[in-house]
C-alpha cells in the first residue's frame, strides 16, 4: 500500500554480502534521497542470511531512518523481492541488487526516463558476468520477448523502477514462490499494454561475495522460470470479448 508522502521505494534483496553490504546501501539511500528528498524508504529484505549480514543491516536501520529491514528465512531471490516488492509503501518502486555490481547511481537514469512510462529497465549492456549467466539472459531474452510479443531486452535486470500500480496489477498473478519476479513484470507489462523503457546501465564484475547460481542450480533455474512464466502468459492470453491492455501515453 502506497503512502502519500513517500514518492520511491527502493527494495534491497540480500543474501550472504557481508562484505559489501554497509556500502552499498548507504549508497542507495544517498542516491534515493536525491532522487525523492525526504520522500524515500529503503527496503532491505535479508534472505536468512549465515555471515552476519543480518546484524549489519540491523545497525544501517538504527542509524539510517530511511532504511527498513524485513528478515526470513531462506527462501530464495524471488520470494525475497516479492516480500519488498509488497512492503514497498512509495509511488515508484525501484530495485537493485546488493552485489554491488550494478551501481545505484544507475538508479538516476531511469528516474529521468519515468515520465510517460510504467515500468522503466536497465539494460546491462556490457556485462562482466561467468558464461552460465549470460547463457540464462539468452533463455530469459527469448523467451520474454516470444511470449511478450515485442522484444524486452533484459527482463530479468537487478535494475528496475516501476509504478506501485503495475505491481498491484501483477501480484495477484504471481505465485509466493515464483522464481523471477522481475520477468513476471516485464511480462505482464508487455502483454497489458503498459509502456516499458529500456535504459542502459553499467555492470561491473563481483568484488566480493559469489553467486549462488552454479550450473546444475542454474539449469534448475531455468526449468522453473520457464514453466512459471508459460503458466502466467496463458493466464494472460487474450479472452473474446475481453477489453484490450491499457496504455499509459507516451
Given at each position: 500500500?502506497?503512502?502519500?508522502?513517500?514518492?520511491?521505494?527502493?527494495?534491497?534483496?540480500?543474501?550472504?554480502?557481508?562484505?559489501?553490504?554497509?556500502?552499498?546501501?548507504?549508497?542507495?539511500?544517498?542516491?534515493?534521497?536525491?532522487?525523492?528528498?525526504?520522500?524515500?524508504?529503503?527496503?532491505?529484505?535479508?534472505?536468512?542470511?549465515?555471515?552476519?549480514?543480518?546484524?549489519?543491516?540491523?545497525?544501517?536501520?538504527?542509524?539510517?531512518?530511511?532504511?527498513?529491514?524485513?528478515?526470513?528465512?531462506?527462501?530464495?531471490?524471488?520470494?525475497?523481492?516479492?516480500?519488498?516488492?509488497?512492503?514497498?509503501?512509495?509511488?515508484?518502486?525501484?530495485?537493485?541488487?546488493s552485489d554491488d555490481q550494478i551501481?545505484?547511481?544507475?538508479?538516476?537514469?531511469?528516474?529521468?526516463?519515468?515520465?510517460?512510462?510504467?515500468?522503466?529497465?536497465?539494460?546491462?549492456?556490457?556485462?562482466?558476468?561467468?558464461?552460465?549467466?549470460?547463457?540464462?539472459?539468452?533463455?530469459?531474452?527469448?523467451?520474454?520477448?516470444?511470449?511478450?510479443?515485442?522484444?524486452?531486452?533484459?527482463?530479468?535486470?537487478?535494475?528496475?523502477?516501476?509504478?506501485?500500480?503495475?505491481?498491484?496489477?501483477?501480484?495477484?498473478?504471481?505465485?509466493?514462490?515464483?522464481?523471477?519476479?522481475?520477468?513476471?513484470?516485464?511480462?505482464?507489462?508487455?502483454?497489458?499494454?503498459?509502456?516499458?523503457?529500456?535504459?542502459?546501465?553499467?555492470?561491473?564484475?563481483?568484488?566480493?561475495?559469489?553467486?549462488t547460481l552454479r550450473p546444475l542450480?542454474?539449469?534448475?533455474?531455468?526449468?522453473?522460470?520457464?514453466?512459471?512464466?508459460?503458466?502466467?502468459?496463458?493466464?494472460?492470453?487474450?479472452?473474446?470479448?475481453?477489453?484490450?491492455?491499457?496504455?499509459?501515453?507516451?
Amino acid at each position: 500500500m502506497t503512502a502519500p508522502d513517500l514518492e520511491l521505494t527502493v527494495v534491497v534483496p540480500v543474501y550472504d554480502e557481508s562484505e559489501t553490504i554497509e556500502a552499498v546501501v548507504r549508497e542507495v539511500v544517498v542516491v534515493a534521497d536525491e532522487l525523492a528528498p525526504g520522500r524515500c524508504e529503503v527496503v532491505v529484505v535479508d534472505d536468512g542470511s549465515t555471515d552476519g549480514t543480518g546484524a549489519l543491516v540491523d545497525v544501517l536501520a538504527a542509524e539510517l531512518p530511511e532504511v527498513q529491514v524485513v528478515h526470513q528465512v531462506n527462501r530464495g531471490h524471488g520470494p525475497a523481492l516479492l516480500v519488498g516488492f509488497d512492503r514497498a509503501r512509495g509511488r515508484w518502486i525501484g530495485h537493485l541488487d546488493s552485489d554491488d555490481q550494478i551501481p545505484a547511481k544507475e538508479l538516476a537514469g531511469l528516474w529521468s526516463e519515468r515520465a510517460g512510462a510504467d515500468l522503466v529497465l536497465g539494460v546491462r549492456t556490457d556485462r562482466d558476468d561467468p558464461q552460465h549467466r549470460l547463457v540464462l539472459s539468452a533463455v530469459v531474452r527469448r523467451l520474454v520477448g516470444l511470449l511478450a510479443g515485442r522484444p524486452v531486452r533484459d527482463a530479468n535486470v537487478p535494475c528496475k523502477l516501476f509504478r506501485a500500480d503495475l505491481w498491484a496489477e501483477a501480484r495477484p498473478l504471481l505465485p509466493d514462490d515464483v522464481f523471477a519476479p522481475s520477468i513476471a513484470l516485464a511480462l505482464v507489462a508487455a502483454r497489458q499494454g503498459h509502456v516499458i523503457q529500456e535504459v542502459p546501465v553499467a555492470h561491473r564484475a563481483r568484488t566480493a561475495g559469489a553467486s549462488t547460481l552454479r550450473p546444475l542450480r542454474l539449469a534448475r533455474a531455468v526449468a522453473t522460470a520457464t514453466g512459471q512464466t508459460l503458466t502466467l502468459a496463458w493466464r494472460l492470453r487474450p479472452r473474446p470479448g475481453s477489453p484490450p491492455g491499457r496504455r499509459r501515453p507516451g
